[in-house]
């Protein structure tokens, strides 16, 4: 047992309605009690869709469970299949059918389909978690349709470069995007045109947007590109034992990662490196100059980015990327890295390892929370827990990952991969932030009489009133630097000279000098002392 | 108002028979209540003892609205808890053991029962008991079931009401206990009144602190501020209250039929009750004239959610000049609706129930101008062409009493407004 609050990822269930609900011509009949239909707003409202999910809830109660539940899933299963005529049916439980045991999948096989693909979905719901229901859920769907072409054993693998010999472009499939994923609609369009204008064609897209016919044509391309390991991972690698076909594992979330993307594709279908691809003499490729970030990142105005400190939580992926793009491309300071996906916990904790950090693997909203706090950062990249809990702590949010608000699905083209993306990126990471030539004024002017704490609105409505916390130093102010530890007027005075953004984390820092110092008062000489200390 | 008691003659027999329908139904389960009750009772935990689903089901229907530290959470069963229910018990010891410690402030917890513990058949109530004794003196452990297969939405209310009502005290002086969550500022406006005619004690369930129960006993007279409580009214009537038959507080005409039968009830005048309440009425529908242009003529598709859709439809079809289509309820309790049910309008078509693919055929069907409905069906319903309004914010607002009618309509009015405002021509 274990206490939740607030959740990073629903039941595997709702991974199964991520598959069904982005696909076409398929439905997912769910063996669930009255209130499990609550599943149908993450799409209907957080995805803003503009039609149900393709799910039919038996929506078993008390008295049903006296009688016959089998009955009424198999009603519930003729019912769908009369009514939608689906091309492929998942039938599946979820958490308190699990306990009943009716075992809806193994009733619609015996119930003479015919020719109907029908999944069976085990999606165990006490011990899982909704990316990995969908990422099985999408495994199960594709192996039952690709049953009939399973190659033979022995069957050498084919040739990622056999587009040459049969006289066509080459093709790929982009696997993994899926509804309530992170801005996945835009990151197909992005990774579309990027590999079309490397002459590279896109075979089928799944489960977005597909229909079961599409899948069939899976084994048609020459490489799978596992867009959201999440969602496509375990179909890539089965891809890759069972048809032998080349994966292409790269993330394209950053200019690095596009540029290794972009490598990635050329290497595996033996396409020669364009020359805007080879690094150059600095290390830095011609391709980059598609993207502004580059040119942005370099600029002086992004000087005062430098080491700005950055917390990075979200799942594995998106996580991952934000932590090379935020230390590398925008050089600023990583100072926390964590994940909810426990799946993903190695690759996590290995891109921790190389910032010299621990990963924080955790499910739990308030450890995040607390790690947060305890690593002081000045900007926070994460989910929309995160964003809450930054708001809280008074410290700016960029969301770069699920679980997602209805407002991290923007009407505008937003990726987050390729070229484009990074342009995205670089913008809502950094305007969050005080802009560079600001930050500068605010420190010149910071001792003028106008500039008080707070902002002051030009419409002008008299002389401020003097700042409360600088007239008189708080009792709470006094008891949070704790027992035995207090500020003297005049290290009040000097502290208060200090710009109010960074006030909090001076007036923490010096505290924490002091008591490491032993020190009872804290001066101006002591606050001078800890500044030394801290800018070693 | 004396012309709608007039009008009344129309008895519910001039209803046709309510379709009674069984297939999948679209409504929340009792759980989702704890996102209002939390808010009624700032010193109250809601602990749901379930699975991830649960919590994810909370959460959801919560939005981010109540984003900051939450005084509802999920003790998630794992596989462990399942295999052996000694561990589970266990293990609940540990967690709340853990979640007190934590959260000093909270007063009462409530054990919320789930699907998964309902089928398991794990026992809350000995829980609750044991807990109790563990932590005496310290915090009141209650346990009720907000589990889907055995309560929708609002009868999770229903449930947690019935839980305190064993502790409330004994007393038989005479009171008028308003039954049924209220807004804090609905409820203070609601008491003045009733204390302005002639109504001495007044007292609410729930009360806002959850250590201050209200008193029951022979002198209590009962009056429901939501039509959900079946439970809560018959035990209360088993504790010795007397239940006052009215309409609920909904619209103008609802709230001073209800406000006018605990008058009555307390042996008040109606001179009396005119006096104060006519100055209400006549404003009350002044400001309801604005919204009821918008809205009369206008045909209403209520599908069952809230349970509220009785009353509303009531308030909506002979206040605001509505058509009803067809008025859906999860369920039809005839006792506690008689006397809404003699409001509607001859030939209402009530459905009880829900086969939701049945009911949106009839939807298309009907082409209705608005219709009131869950959040997973309005966005489909609205890119069909049809103008929504979700049932559950109805829940969450302030929309009892006279006073705030204007406010009830409006809510309904905004979407059709909406849509004649925008143009992309």
């Known amino acids: 047992m274990e206490l939740t609050l607030w959740t990073y990822e629903g039941p595997p269930h ?64 003729a019912d769908a299949v009369q009514r939608f005529e689906p091309e492929a049916l998942l039938v599946g439980e979820s958490c308190t059918a699990e306990l009943i045991q009716d075992q809806p999948g193994a009733l619609a096989a015996g119930m003479g389909f015919g020719a109907l693909p029908i999944v069976n979905l085990e999606l165990p719901a006490y011990s899982k978690k909704e990316n990995w229901g969908a990422a099985e859920t999408f495994y199960q769907l594709v192996r039952t349709l ?11 693998k084919p040739d990622p470069a056999r587009w040459r010999a049969e006289g066509r472009r080459p093709r790929v499939n982009l696997l993994g995007p899926s509804l309530l994923g992170f801005r996945c609609r835009d990151d197909v369009r ?73 490598r990635e594709v050329h290497s595996v279908l033996d396409l020669e490196l364009p020359a805007e691809l080879e690094p150059g003499a600095d290390g830095v490729c011609e391709a980059e100059r598609r993207s502004r970030l580059p040119w942005y990142s370099r600029s002086v105005d992004s000087t005062y980015l430098t080491g700005k400190r950055v917390f990075v939580f979200g799942d594995a992926t998106h996580a991952i990327a934000a932590a090379r793009i935020a230390s590398r491309e925008l050089g600023f300071q990583v100072v926390g890295l964590g994940s909810y996906s426990r799946e993903q916990a190695r690759e996590v904790r290995a891109a921790a390892a190389e910032l010299g950090l621990e990963a924080l693997i955790s499910d739990d909203y308030l450890a995040v929370e607390a790690a947060i706090a305890e690593a002081a950062p000045e900007l926070v990249l994460g989910t929309q827990m995160e964003r809450h809990s930054a708001k809280r702590l ?5 969301v770069i990952s699920t679980p997602l608000h209805v407002q991290d699905v923007p009407a505008r083209y937003a990726p987050q991969m390729g070229w484009e993306g990074a342009n995205v990126i670089f913008d809502s990471w950094v305007h969050p932030l005080m802009m560079g030539l600001e930050e500068h004024l605010i420190g010149m002017f910071r001792h003028d009489f106008e500039f008080v704490d707070g902002h002051r609105s030009h419409l002008g409505d008299g002389a401020p009133v003097a700042a409360p916390a600088e007239a008189s130093p708080a009792p709470a102010m006094a008891a949070a630097a704790g027992v035995g530890l207090s500020w003297s007027p005049e290290g009040e005075a000097e502290l208060a000279k200090i710009p109010f953004f960074v006030r909090g984390k001076v007036r923490k820092n010096t505290e924490a000098f002091a008591r490491e110092r032993g020190l009872a008062v804290i001066d101006s000489e002591a606050l001078y002392e800890a500044k030394a200390h801290f800018s070693r | 108002m004396a012309s709608s008691i007039a009008t009344r003659a129309s008895a519910e027999a001039d209803l046709p028979p309510p379709l009674k329908e069984s297939g999948q139904r679209e409504v929340f389960c009792g759980l989702t209540s704890i996102v209002w009750l939390h808010r009624r009772m700032p010193d109250a935990f809601f602990l749901v003892v379930g699975s991830r689903t649960c919590a994810h089901l909370v959460q959801s229907a919560a939005g981010v609205m109540i984003f900051a530290e939450p005084r509802f959470g999920t003790a998630i069963l794992g596989e462990r808890d ?5 561990d589970a018990n266990e293990e609940l010891d540990r967690l709340v053991a853990q979640l007190l410690e934590r959260r000093p402030e909270i007063r009462t917890l409530f054990l919320v029962g789930s699907c998964p513990s309902e089928v398991i058949k794990l026992d809350l109530s000995k829980a609750a008991e044991r807990l109790n004794r563990q932590h005496a003196g310290r915090v009141m452990v209650l346990n009720y ?85 079946s439970g809560t009214a018959r035990a209360l009537v088993d504790r010795g209250a007397e239940l006052i038959r009215a309409p609920y507080p909904f619209g103008v005409e609802g709230s001073r039929d209800w406000m006018a039968a605990a008058a009555a009830a307390f042996g008040i005048a109606p001179a009396r009750v005119a006096e104060v309440l006519d100055p209400l009425v006549e404003r009350g529908q002044r400001a309801l004239a604005p919204q009821r242009e918008t809205l009369a003529g206008k045909r209403l598709f209520l599908l069952p959610d809230s349970q509220l859709e009785i009353p509303l439809a009531r308030f909506l079809s002979r ?50 101008d608005l219709v009131v409905c869950g959040l997973g069906l309005a966005n489909p319903l609205e890119a069909e062409g049809m103008a929504t309004k979700w049932s559950i914010e109805l829940v969450f607002s302030p929309i009892h009493g006279i006073d705030q009618a204007a406010d009830l309509a409006e809510l309904f009015a905004r979407p059709l407004r909406r849509r004649a405002a925008l143009s992309f021509a």
Not at chain 1, 208 to 218: E, F, M, V
Not at chain 1, 242 to 253: D, E, H, K, L, S
Not at chain 1, 394 to 398: D, K, M, N, R, V
């Open chain 2, 145 to 229: 079931s907000g589990s889907g297969i055995e309560t929708t939405f609002t009868q999770g209310e229903d449930g947690a009401l019935q839980a305190l009502i064993p502790l409330m005290p004994a007393s038989s002086e005479q009171q008028l206990l308003i039954a049924g969550t209220l807004a804090d500022a609905v409820e203070d406006r609601l008491i003045g009144l009733f204390h302005k005619l002639g109504i001495e004690r007044v007292a609410s369930l729930p009360p806002r602190r959850s250590t201050e129960l209200p008193a029951v006993g022979p002198g209590t007279k009962l009056l429901l501020a939501q039509p959900f409580l």
């Open chain 2, 319 to 368: 206040e605001c000049g509505m058509e009803l289509v067809e008025v859906g309820t999860p369920y039809l309790d005839r006792q506690l609706m008689a006397e809404e049910l003699e409001l509607l309008p001859a030939g209402t078509q009530l459905s009880e129930g829900q086969h939701v693919e049945n009911q949106l055929l009839r939807v298309r069907q009907q082409r209705p």
């Open chain 1, 14 to 77: 709702v991974g199964a309605m991520r598959i069904a609900a982005s696909m076409e011509g398929v439905h997912y009949v769910l063996h669930a009690p009255q209130g499990d239909t609550y599943a149908d707003l993450l799409f209907t409202m957080i995805e803003r869709r503009d039609k149900r999910p393709p799910v039919t809830y038996t929506t078993f109660q008390a008295r049903d469970l006296g009688g016959d539940t089998a009955e009424l899933v198999k009603r519930s299963i």
């Open chain 1, 190 to 262: 992005e990774i579309s045109q990027l590999l079309g204008s490397y002459g590279i064609d896109v075979a089928v897209v799944a489960p977005l947007n597909a229909r079961p016919g599409d899948l069939q044509r899976i084994p048609t391309a020459d490489a799978n590109v596992c867009l959201y390991p999440e969602v496509a991972g375990t179909l890539c690698s089965w891809l890759e034992r069972q048809f032998g076909m080349a994966c292409i594992r790269m993330v394209p979330i950053g200019i690095g990662a596009t540029v290794a993307f972009l």
């Open chain 1, 394 to 398: 008074g410290i700016p949010c960029a």
């Open chain 2, 82 to 86: 399942l295999a052996g229910l000694a």
């Open chain 1, 146 to 156: 690709l049953k009939p072409q399973l190659p033979a054993p022995g069957t050498p």
